[in-house]
Each structure stands twice: as C-alpha cells, then as structure tokens.
C-alpha cells in the first residue's frame, strides 16, 4: 500500500494570554524548523523568533529541529525563552522559605 505524499502535523505556541494551534498538512520529509515555517505562525506571533526559538515534539527539546523528520500526528511546540534558570530559582525559593521559617521562630509569640 502506498504512502500518501503528505502527513498531518500540529504546530502550537502559546503566552499567558493566548494560546495558538494550527493544524497542517506537510510534505513526507518535512523537518521540524520547516513545519514551523509553513505553518504561518510569524504572523499571529510578529515578535516570535523562529530561529531562535527552542523547538521540540510533545513536550521533549528536538536538539537538532533543521534535521528531525516529521511524523504523522506529532505536535510541533515552539518554546518561549526561560525568564530564569530554573535551578536558579529553585535555590531561590527554598532560601526565601528558609529565611522566612527563622523569621516566624525569632518573632515572639504574643
């Protein structure tokens, strides 16, 4: 039984605010970055980079999106840029959670 030349694949990428997926047909061979360029999503997005966006396929990084084929019904994630290093701001909260434990033990009880 012979291939059909196209596969569907979706592309999202979502703010706070708003949220887009586009749903796509694309040639067999299609690569990740190229699925994102075809889906027109630069244009709802103006301010979203395309090549520099992380990229990656149901929730896992693609290390490689210029090479990585496509297959029928994966979902095509743009990422947004980490405003913090997530291990930074781990250590962040646990020495704010800290220093507000000492805080309650130094205040006397009324």
Not at 87 to 99: G, L, M, N
Request: charged content about 35%; aromatic content about 4%.
């Amino acid at each position: 039984m012979d291939k059909p030349d196209t596969i569907a694949v979706e592309v999202v990428y979502a703010l706070p605010e708003r949220q887009k997926l586009l749903r796509l047909a694309v040639p067999r061979g299609t690569t990740v970055r190229e699925a994102v360029e075809r889906s027109g999503i630069a244009a709802l997005f103006p301010e979203l980079d395309l090549q520099a966006a992380p990229l990656g396929i149901f929730g896992k990084a693609v290390a490689k999106p210029e090479e990585r084929v496509l297959e029928e019904g994966e979902r095509v994630e743009i990422y947004r840029p980490l405003i913090a290093d997530p291990k930074e701001a781990r250590k962040q909260r646990a020495a704010k959670v800290a220093r507000d434990k000492g805080a309650e033990a130094a205040t006397p009880e009324a």
